[in-house]
T-cell receptor, first 114, second 112 residues
Framework: EAQVTQNPRYLITVTGKKLTVTCSQN?????MSWYRQDPGLGLRQIYY???????DKGDVPEGYKVSRKEKRNFPLILESPSPNQTSLYFC?????????????FGDGTRLSIL | KQEVTQIPAALSVPEGENLVLNCSFT??????LQWFRQDPGKGLTSLLL?????REQTSGRLNASLDKSSGRSTLYIAASQPGDSATYLC???????????FGKGTTLSVSS
């Protein structure tokens, strides 16, 4: 089944403890991105990757890192999480570079940072 | 800076009713506009994508229109069903084509 898989789905952790949210797609997609969704603010892009080894900042990249060593994986890294990074996170992918085609989203990761 | 607004924020209708969800955006320089559906605890599902050169797209009971010059899009749902209950999100591409700019959504509830 074609899908975007995020892990973990839920995580409660403490300030300063490094964590990684994994994202994997099995559709051979070129483009991948991360969004966070917050009440009253909607979805905002954190980072995106046009293809392997190419990543760039979105609108809210502060406090996050990403890497794209393989086409299928695009992990989101929080080196020193803080409470303001408590949010619902979504990974998305699309076949070709950019957003001018349908985006496929994962089921989301709910992070709570105490 | 591009801003996307969706009205209304919430909508309740009885089953069988035809309904319209509205989306407006401030900058007409877009590549495309996409409508998504979000169910609780799930990700976003792409419903319709309208390229900037197109006026509308249809899929089953859904029809989306785009008027770039006025910065508006509508999502028309015909003969609504309880299974249509969800949050509907509108998004436009940024000028670089690297990100989607989302509205805050319209939460639809269809009662049987």
């Amino acid at each position: 089944e074609a899908q975007v898989t995020q892990n973990p789905r839920y995580l409660i952790t403490v300030t300063g403890k490094k964590l990684t949210v994994t994202c994997s797609q099995n559709m051979n997609h070129e483009y991948m991105s991360w969004y966070r969704q917050d009440p009253g603010l909607g979805l905002r892009q954190i980072y995106y990757s046009m293809n392997v080894e190419v990543t760039d900042k979105g609108d809210v990249p502060e406090g996050y890192k990403v890497s794209r060593k393989e086409k299928r994986n695009f992990p989101l890294i929080l080196e020193s999480p803080s409470p303001n990074q408590t949010s619902l996170y979504f990974c998305a992918s699309s076949l070709l570079t950019g957003v001018d085609q349908p985006q496929h989203f994962g089921d989301g990761t709910r992070l709570s940072i105490l | 800076k591009q801003e996307v607004t969706q009205i209304p924020a919430a909508l309740s209708v009885p089953e069988g009713e035809n309904l319209v969800l509205n989306c407006s955006f401030t900058d007409s320089a877009i590549y495309n506009l996409q409508w998504f559906r979000q169910d609780p605890g799930k990700g976003l599902t792409s419903l319709l994508l309208i390229q900037s050169s197109q006026r509308e797209q249809t899929s089953g009971r859904l029809n989306a229109s785009l008027d770039k010059s006025s910065g508006r899009s509508t999502l028309y749902i015909a003969a609504s069903q309880p299974g249509d209950s969800a949050t509907y999100l509108c998004a436009v591409s940024n000028q670089a084509g690297t990100a989607l700019i989302f509205g805050k959504g319209t939460t639809l509830s269809v009662s049987s």
